[in-house]
Nanobody, 126 residues
Framework: QVQLVQSGGGLVQAGGSLRLSCAASERTFSRSAISWFRQAPGKEREFLGG????????HYADSVNGRFTIAGDNVENSMYLQMSSPKPDDTAVYYC???????????????????WGQGTQVTVSS
């Protein structure tokens, strides 16, 4: 069974920084696209960005491009979301998710993701 285990999150001041982690199995990390999503109260789940390690592809949503960075570690089999200069509008529950191993590329739609982390709350104070 595929498991994605998230860590990090919590309260951060606007303009600060925060890193979220998503630990996967070696099989998942090396074969699947792993992406980050978030969902704020009353809003739809939003794609933030993702990476497929096997093809060296990384994509970002316009809303976070230049502020958030996705990085992978193939020793730890973990994906990270580095949040720089977060804003109060970034307050949400953040999720990592993985596609099946045969899915090509890094899809933007959450429907394409099969496995999900448990979610972690990020609150940005002004």
């Amino acid at each position: 069974q595929v498991q994605l285990v998230q860590s990090g999150g919590g309260l951060v001041q606007a303009g600060g920084s925060l890193r979220l982690s998503c630990a996967a199995s070696e099989r998942t990390f090396s074969r699947s696209a792993i992406s980050w999503f978030r969902q704020a109260p009353g809003k739809e789940r939003e794609f933030l960005g993702g990476m497929k390690w096997s093809i060296g592809a990384t994509h970002y949503a316009d809303s976070v491009n230049g502020r958030f960075t996705i990085a992978g570690d193939n020793v730890e089999n973990s994906m990270y979301l580095q949040m720089s200069s977060p804003k109060p509008d970034d307050t949400a529950v953040y999720y990592c998710a993985a596609t099946g191993p045969r899915r090509v590329g890094v899809p933007f739609s959450d429907d394409e993701y099969v496995y999900w982390g448990q979610g972690t709350q990020v609150t940005v104070s002004s």
